[in-house]
């Protein structure tokens, strides 16, 4: 028998074959979905993040209020962990703090804050690098309201149990309390020259003034700090003689334009009289702008009434939505949705809306309004057995509002799609965290304590079995966003 040339023909055949083979295999691996992969030019030129994730959803946990953790989530594929390890999650790292219940979300920056409601501590997390990035700034704990402006040359605090409204001032590394008992909010304009405090129970609207270098106290100040060499000032706003319209002030809209501040009138929500708005114009309101005599002169312009009653409100450049609740004859209260036209600053429609005290409320995809409240389920839908969740869509085009998810109390064989731990059947419990995920047609929440995300086409739940996670979720935002303006 002949021994094979290695050369041979059918060998040459077989090695080519084989080459070929290889060749098609390796161009059609390469062909194939590449993970986690970004564009040669980012968006915004913002920096390839360690966790190749483009689409990334921020939530803040608690474990028993000692412990937390900020863990993200892979909101293009609804995930919490690495498509190549199920075990693997997504953390932010350094983060120890107990009880992040706020995260203010800037993406046009690449950064947050966090604040932990056990400790105060105010802590910056850089998202190019998913990582701690310093200390904010150290504010006390338990802040009703926290307030950050864009430029961060300031933050402010508001808190009642100590009664003192507090200012870090990063442009002199200062800290300031100014004594302000039962201040419970605080707004600041997007320009930080406006800076708004509110007193529980009181119809008594506050402004911050920043002195000038060796400036006196102005007069009628309730509290200035220093007290020897005084830079920050809290001082009363006077509302109307004629025509009083401040009813338990709990917040603030300054108008895009810059020119107004719309004051929000808690009314009958809050023990007051009369829900409304307050406008001021906003030069009136400055740091920068001392009174130099008492009594002040009144720099309200005008009120609008809204029955509905106001917490929250939002504008979309035409419409101001307002979100509150109004007093039933049977001593609850209702969720509404109010509407104002700002060209004419008139009350357009009013809609039924989750019951509770309103505190979240973003605009979404396919011109969807998303209202977000907390204690729901004492107020008049759940008396009357109808949807007493926290969450509300509201159709701009069609002008419909709709509870969701969608259930009805009355039948023993609807339920929420996803019960947390609570296992209730009907309701999910308190909103505290909404974000937008733009472009992709959801909104994510803290909902309950737990995580759940929205379609905006319809209001469906999406199923959140791979993006729950282990503890209290207490706040969600959207870090990739195009703007700030989707948290």
């Known amino acids: 028998m002949k021994n094979r040339s290695p050369f041979s023909p059918s060998f040459c055949a077989q090695l080519f074959c084989g080459l070929v083979i290889a060749f098609v295999t390796l161009g059609l691996t390469s062909c194939g979905t590449r993970y986690y992969k970004f564009r040669d030019y980012t968006f915004a030129n913002r920096p390839v993040p360690p966790s190749k994730l483009s689409t990334r959803v921020l939530v803040s946990i608690t474990v028993n209020g000692a412990q937390g953790a900020l863990q993200m989530i892979d909101a293009e594929r609804d995930i919490r962990n690495s498509i190549f390890n199920p075990n693997s999650t997504f953390p932010i790292s350094g983060y120890a703090s107990g009880y992040p ?3 203010f979300n800037f993406p046009e920056q690449v950064l947050g804050y966090v604040y932990s409601n056990s400790d105060g501590s105010l802590t910056r997390i850089d ?10 700034g150290k504010l006390p704990a338990k802040a009703d309201s926290v307030a950050v402006p864009i430029n961060f040359k300031h933050v402010y605090a508001a808190v009642s149990s100590l009664g003192v409204l507090t200012v870090i001032d990063n442009t002199n590394g200062q800290t300031y309390y ?3 008992p039962n201040v419970y909010r605080v707004a600041v304009n997007q320009g930080d020259s406006v800076v708004l405090a509110m007193v529980r129970n009181s119809n008594t609207l506050y402004r911050l003034l920043r002195l000038n270098q060796n400036q006196a106290a102005v007069p009628g100040a309730v509290d200035c700090q220093p007290y020897a060499v005084p830079v920050w000032c809290v001082v009363p706003v006077q509302d109307s003689a004629s025509k009083p319209s401040l009813d338990r002030p709990v917040g603030a809209y300054f108008s895009l334009d810059g020119t107004t501040a719309y004051v929000l009138n808690c009314g ?3 023990g007051g009289n009369t829900a409304g708005l307050t406008t001021i114009p906003q030069d009136a309101l400055r740091v920068d702008n001392y009174p130099t005599s008492t009594p002040y002169n009144s720099p309200v312009t005008g ?6 009653g106001v917490t929250s409100v939002l504008a979309d450049g035409t419409t101001l939505y307002i979100a509150g609740q109004q007093l039933q004859p049977d001593g609850l209260f209702a969720g509404v949705l109010s509407t104002l036209d700002l060209n004419t600053n008139t009350v357009t429609g009013q809609y039924s809306i989750s019951d509770g005290y309103h505190s979240k409320m973003l605009l979404g995809d396919d011109n969807t309004l998303w ?8 107020g008049e839908r759940a008396k009357l057995k109808q949807n007493y969740n926290c969450l509300t869509r509201y159709d701009i085009g069609a002008k419909s509002a709709k509870v969701v998810p969608d259930v009805n109390p009355n039948d023993s064989n609807s ?3 996803y019960p947390n731990a609570n296992e209730n059947k009907y309701y999910y419990g308190d909103l505290t965290g909404l974000c937008w995920v733009q472009g992709w047609h959801k909104m994510y929440t803290a909902y309950g304590g737990q995580v759940h995300a929205f379609n905006t086409v319809d209001g469906s739940e999406i199923n959140n079995k791979q993006f729950t996670v282990q503890g209290t979720a207490l706040d969600v935002a959207f870090m990739d966003a195009a703007t700030n303006s989707a948290n």
């Open 101 to 103: 219940n706020m995260i």
């Open 127 to 136: 998202y190019g690098k998913e990582a701690v990035a310093g200390d904010g």
């Open 178 to 180: 100014l004594n302000l």
């Open 268 to 270: 009958p929500e809050c």
């Open 303 to 308: 009120s609008i009434a809204v029955p509905g």
């Open 371 to 378: 209202i977000g409240s907390q204690g729901c389920a004492t």
């Open 415 to 417: 339920s929420v799609p």
